[in-house]
């Protein structure tokens, strides 16, 4: 079908107007189902005659003097006759308007369907991701307390010095595996451009070595930190240093010391 020629034919604006026969009134309504072009246009077309109707209605603003201009001219005025209008003529136009309604409502309600199945979608990944985490969070915790309740760890207690007394911490130290799992909590956040720094000292001589950095301090939220240690350790002290660790400790800023007890 040609929707352009059909268009230009004029006979949508008859069907309008309701100066068409039931049989091609229903022809049309047809169409208009089966085609959004027919319907929008019947649309517009409408919308053209309520405006037109309001522009030229005696209410409106200069109507009187554009009355008054004809009547000057002595312009023969032709009264417009009330139109006859098939019921069916407005049986297709709430038909077609609804069905219009009724296609918009439609894909409305399919997007938003759309919308709502992709964010369950969503907080079940981010459910499952949480799950996960949790295990793995559990297990984790049950292998840190089996380690720290071996009865061949080694405990030593880092307490606070100088002008940081407040300051803690705890160092398990499994010798078997050369690990120790250091239990900050007790230390502050590293101030920014500073990171804490985990030294393993022999004391006599004093000899410190440095057992690494702890870049994630501010971020962890358990604050327990698993460290390798091949040394034989008489000690444990933790400096705060400039970020990327220094190749010594910084003495005024040791803020925890505690000496091994191998006797524990």
Excluded: H
Excluded at 23 to 32: A, P, R, S
Excluded at 35 to 55: M, S
Excluded at 252 to 261: A, E, K, P
């Amino acid at each position: 079908m040609d929707i352009k020629a059909y268009i230009e034919s004029g006979i949508l604006e008859l069907y309008v107007a309701g100066k068409l026969s039931e049989t091609e009134n229903e022809e049309i309504y047809q169409l208009l189902k089966q085609y959004p072009e027919l319907l929008q246009e019947v649309i517009d077309i409408e919308g053209a005659v309520v405006k037109l109707t309001a522009a030229v209605s005696p209410r409106a603003k200069g109507f009187e003097s554009i009355e008054a201009r004809l009547k000057a001219d002595d312009t023969k005025v032709v009264e417009l006759q009330p139109r006859a209008t098939s019921w069916i003529s407005y049986t297709g136009w709430a038909a077609a308007i609804l069905l219009a309604v009724g296609l918009f409502w439609t894909q409305s309600l399919n997007t938003g369907l759309e919308q709502e199945l992709q964010t369950a979608d969503i907080e079940n990944q981010y459910l499952e991701t949480q799950i996960e985490d949790a295990k793995t969070d559990l297990v984790a915790t049950k292998n840190l307390l089996n380690v720290i309740r071996d009865k061949d760890i080694i405990a030593v207690p880092l307490g606070g010095q100088g002008n940081y007394a407040s300051s803690f911490a705890k160092v398990y130290w499994n010798k078997a595996d050369n690990t120790i799992y250091l239990d900050a909590e007790g230390l502050p956040d590293a101030p920014e451009g500073k990171v804490w720094q985990v030294w393993s000292l022999t004391l006599n001589p004093l000899t410190p070595t440095s057992l690494g950095t702890i870049d994630d301090f501010n971020t962890d939220d358990n604050k327990i930190f698993t460290i390798v240690n091949v040394n034989e350790s008489q000690a444990f002290g933790i400096t705060l240093e400039p970020a990327g660790g220094s190749t010594s400790p910084t003495m005024d800023q040791l803020y925890t010391l505690g000496v091994v007890n191998t006797e524990s």
